[in-house]
């Protein structure tokens, strides 16, 4: 099994920054796109960021400028650093990753706990 943990979100105010981080573990043979998406209370999940395993990225429209995703193959790991932040950006953010156990086996999406952010203005 694969688990993708979070940290890093929080309270923060408009203007300001956060960094968030996702790492995954268990069994491992290989990680294709990872990424990040958000839920905002009673609408549904979007996607934010994602890059690629060869480190191609792509963004919502609402946060290019703003938001950038960054990985480290070595340590499985994927971050979203935010800037400029705006309380329309408050939301649970979800990391994501496609993940495959072994050579034999095919890439499956996995998805973290979530970590709450709140951009007061």
């Known amino acids: 099994q694969v688990q993708l943990v979070e940290s890093g979100g929080g309270l923060v105010q408009a203007g300001g920054s956060l960094r968030l981080s996702c790492a995954a573990s268990?069994?491992?043979?290989?990680?294709?796109?990872m990424g990040w998406y958000r839920q905002a209370p009673e609408k549904q999940r979007e996607s934010v960021a994602v890059?690629?395993?060869?480190?191609?990225?792509n963004y919502t429209d609402s946060v290019k400028g703003r938001f950038t995703v960054s990985r480290d193959n070595a340590k499985n790991t994927v971050y979203l650093q935010m800037n400029s932040l705006k309380p329309e950006d408050t939301a649970v953010y979800y990391c994501?990753?496609?993940?495959?156990?072994?050579?034999?086996?095919?890439?499956?999406?996995?998805w973290g706990q979530g970590t709450l952010v709140t951009v007061s203005s």
């Open positions: 994501y990753a496609e993940v495959r156990s072994s050579i034999y086996s095919r890439f499956r999406g996995a």
């Open positions: 268990g069994r491992i043979f290989g990680i294709n796109a």
């Open positions: 890059i690629t395993s060869g480190g191609i990225t």
